[in-house]
């Protein structure tokens, strides 16, 4: 099976998983590869860190142990927010990460997934989610991936029943091109099928359009955070970028 590249550890304050046994999933699950993208959000305050020595010399340990086993890459979900530019970028510098998924966590102060700290019907709420997502890709971060476009449809009240994404195709139309010109990889993220929702993000309209406007890089990553879910939803995410012309070479 094609190795996951967005995978969470004990290592994220969210997820319980211990690192060993999403090792041993992946490689009963066939992979030759995994990527590790602990969480590292600077906006999120200090529980959200990621202290870059002990993360990446806790991974390096594990990637000698499964050596021949399967290749273990030390990646990062780092939260993108502008007001916290010099921190990420300087995060970024300080270790040759093998992945660097770039992620929306927050939108307007706080945190998508407390909903009803929102004062927003569902369409509003996914409206400036795109507007968000669109100012800090501006911010010129050095990512490999965007992660999880529209994964807050998972916290909408009526989730994918409210959403229509060509309502916002300006949006997604710039943020496409952001990606496209700088050759970060759209990111198919399986996490919202364990969550409600009926399709792999990005939603299949925001596919086309990356198809159609010449988009060749993906990734795909199951945003697994418990062990049993590394690889979960593969062939369903598979099975549409076949129909939209991909294969797995265009994963970078
Ligand atoms: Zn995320
Ligand atoms: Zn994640």
Known sequence: MIGDRHVHTELSLDCPAKIAD???CAVSGGMKEIFITDHCDMDLGPDWLQPVERY???LEEYKRRYAGKIDVHIGIEIGLNPEYNGQINSYLASWPFELVVGSV???LG???YYREEYDL???EFYASYFKTVLERLRSDNS???LGHL???VRYGREKGASYFPEKFSGEIEEILKILIRRDIALELNTGGLRKGID???PHEFILGMYKDMGGKRLSLGSDAHFAEHVGAGFDEALKLMGRFGYTEKNIL
Do not use: A, G, Q
Request: glycine fraction near 0%.
């Open 22 to 24: 999403v090792l041993d």
């Open 105 to 107: 966590h927050t939108m």
């Open 121 to 123: 019907e569902d369409h």
């Open 110 to 112: 706080k945190d998508p």
């Open 143 to 145: 990512i490999d991936v």
């Open 150 to 152: 529209d994964y807050v």
């Open 56 to 58: 990446t010399e806790t």
């Open 199 to 201: 399709f792999v993000h």
